[in-house]
């Protein structure tokens, strides 16, 4: 079945690090890819999406490519800040279902001065 | 636009109970999926309502139900509550139409504790 896998948490980083979270899928369509941050106490906020091969999603610095070849969708980000420090879910949707979302198990980011 | 809202945003019950949960969608939104996210965990997909009926159900017990009204608010029932259950519980309004790519909006969350 569809399934979506990230990197283990939680990240550590000091400020102005660059971050790396890996994010691989596997899916029997044709799906869209999305990030997801949580910050603590609240929902889920969408970060980035692509919606089809090669397509790079952007916002607020971090970036993510949408690699079919390697069935991954790594979020990056140059220059992180203490804000930054949430959990980050990697969640995909095959079109053409009822789209339900998949998601991974999450990331914990935390960021120190 | 208020977005997607859920209340309560926190509550306790005790084990055996049921608890309904109420999710009102984002103006103009038509489809209300739910989630469940147990601590340290990403969210489960439970089921999706359209046009006030379930359309797609996740891997949950038949003690967790739902419905959806004509205004396309919705309601998620949880009966004879396990401590197991405990966990957030997220709302998620779309546009509908089966193949539809329309993004999900997600509300705060209720927080369930069951003592």
């Known amino acids: 079945g569809d399934s979506v896998t990230q990197m283990e948490g939680p990240v550590t980083l000091s400020e102005e690090a660059f971050l790396t979270i890996n994010c691989t899928y596997t899916a029997t369509g044709y799906p869209s890819l999305f990030w997801y941050v949580q910050y603590p106490g609240e929902g889920l906020q969408l970060l980035l999406k692509?919606?089809?091969?090669?397509d790079k999603g952007s916002n607020k610095g971090f970036e993510a490519t949408y690699r079919k070849e390697t069935t991954s969708f790594h979020l990056e980000k140059g220059s992180v800040q203490v804000s930054d420090s949430a959990v980050y879910f990697c969640a995909l949707i095959v079109w053409g279902g009822y789209n339900k979302l998949i998601f991974g198990a999450g990331t914990r980011l935390a960021v120190h001065p | 636009d208020a977005g997607v809202t859920q209340s309560p945003t926190h509550l306790i019950k005790t084990r055996g109970q049921q608890v309904t949960l109420r999710c009102s969608p984002k103006?103009?939104?038509?489809?209300v999926s739910w989630y469940q996210q147990a601590l340290g965990q990403g969210p489960q997909f439970i089921f999706q309502?359209?046009?006030?009926?379930?359309?797609q159900r996740g891997n949950f017990p038949d003690r967790f139900s739902g419905h959806q009204f004509p205004n396309y608010s919705s309601e998620l029932n949880v009966n004879a509550l396990l401590l197991g259950d405990s966990a957030l519980y997220l709302c998620?309004?779309?546009?509908?139409?089966?193949?539809?790519?329309?993004?999900?909006?997600f509300g705060q969350g209720t927080r369930l504790t069951v003592v």
């Open positions: 692509a919606t089809k091969a090669d």
């Open positions: 103006s103009g939104h038509d489809t």
């Open positions: 998620a309004s779309s546009l509908g139409a089966a193949g539809a790519q329309s993004e999900a909006f």
């Open positions: 309502y359209y046009e006030e009926e379930e359309r």
